[in-house]
């Protein structure tokens, strides 16, 4: 019996140390608790949909550091989408943007760099001088890139970010909170150009001879990490803003000063985790899914499809997805002419009497109003398939 429990021990003890070996703590192995705790002073988690999953002091206005150039990123990316300016151009460093400091590529005077390689440089390792090249190419100043920057932001309805710079380095007047943030994330993943650039792990510039690695190490220690932003000064201390997806769940973790070195990345991890164990993600419909097929009165087309004009996934906690209902109601007498786009109806979801979601059923294609002729043939044709 004594040598039984002696080995008990053993093994409790070994599987500690192999643990504590892999930095994880016993503790830390178990199943995550239903509730959670971060060092942040402050964080949120959301989920694809913009749902608050988790938060503390989220809507607190702190300096961001680098988790400034969630939005310098969100801009670019846009401009290059827009056509305004294209991968390929190069873009001349100015003594603005050569004298930055912090952490930075080191741009000289006049050096000429390719917006790509900028855009790589913003989101691998933050570099200040880029972020200020690139803005200032887009919008003629960094003064008007600012501008841009917080007019962006009341278009995404931030309420408590207010930007003086496109880098993040320390100024009066610059903050952002954690919940703001992650809605820029939630933006930022819409545009595939953007999560292309903050996947890089690593990027070689000016022909191989400055290697960059990315700061969010997320991207490799973090099954489904694809995102976003790392950021810290002494002022803001270490914040950091991540997203990862798995099984067509998509979560958002924002944490903001966090004390110590990689504690950003260790919270935002649990975060997630507290997320991923808790919470599924239930597919109804993608955007352009077909859905239903109605009449169209007087049309020379007697039929349209309508289809989801936007995707439809419901975010719930695991053991609660069952029994969900969907209700298609559909506009009556949808009469030509019916225009591309144009809402027929909607697709609701329910669950217990509750709904859960919807989408909008719009026409597939537009149908024109049909002359006298062609409204007198469809009738003989109903009225024969009728008959016959």
């Known amino acids: 019996m004594k040598r039984l429990l002696n080995w008990i021990l053993l093994t409790l003890l070994w599987s500690g140390l192999l643990l504590c070996a892999a930095g994880i703590s016993p503790a830390a192995a178990a199943q995550v608790p239903a509730s959670l705790e971060t060092t942040a002073e402050s964080a949120v988690l959301i989920n694809g949909n913009g749902d608050i999953l988790y938060e503390k002091d989220c809507h607190k206005e702190l300096p961001p550091a680098s988790v400034t150039k969630t939005m310098t990123m969100l801009l670019g990316i846009e401009a290059v989408e827009q056509g305004r300016i294209k991968l390929t151009d190069q873009v001349y460093t100015s003594e603005n943007a050569w004298h930055q400091g912090g952490s930075q590529i080191w741009l000289e005077p006049g050096e000429a760099m390719s917006a790509k390689d900028l855009l790589t440089a913003i989101a691998v390792v ?29 278009q995404l309805g931030l309420k408590n970010t207010h930007f003086a710079n496109v880098n993040g380095l320390p100024a009066p007047e610059h903050y952002m909170s954690a919940y703001d943030t992650a809605l820029i994330a939630k933006e930022a993943v819409k545009h595939p150009l953007y999560m292309e650039f903050c996947s890089i792990k690593e990027y070689w510039l000016r022909g191989g001879k400055n290697w960059l690695v990315n700061t969010n190490k997320l991207l490799w220690w973090y099954s489904g990490a694809d995102g976003l932003k790392t950021g810290w000064t002494e002022e803001a201390q270490y914040c950091f803003a991540g997203t990862a997806k798995r099984d067509n769940l998509r979560l958002i973790a924002v944490v903001f000063a966090t004390p110590e070195p990689r504690s950003h990345l260790r919270e935002s991890m649990k975060l997630l985790d507290w997320g991923f164990a808790n919470y599924c993600a239930v597919p109804i419909v993608a955007k352009g899914n077909s859905v239903e097929k109605v009449r169209v009165f007087r049309g020379v087309e007697q039929e349209v499809q309508l289809v989801a004009n936007k995707e439809l996934t419901l975010i719930l906690p695991k053991g609660k997805n069952k029994d969900i209902q ?15 786009g144009q809402k027929c ?44």
Do not use: C, H
């Open 126 to 154: 933050s570099a200040n001088d880029a972020a200020v090249a690139l803005m200032e190419y887009i919008y003629g100043s960094e003064s008007a890139a600012v501008d841009a920057m917080n007019q962006r932001a009341q």
């Open 326 to 340: 969907q209700k298609i109601t559909i506009y009556p007498d949808i009469k030509a002419p019916v225009t591309l």
């Open 345 to 388: 109806g909607e697709l609701v979801v329910i669950q217990a009497g509750k709904e859960l979601g919807k989408v909008d059923l719009v026409a597939e294609k537009s149908v024109d109003k049909a002359g006298f002729f062609q409204v007198f043939s469809n009738m003989l044709d109903r009225y024969f398939t009728v008959q016959y």
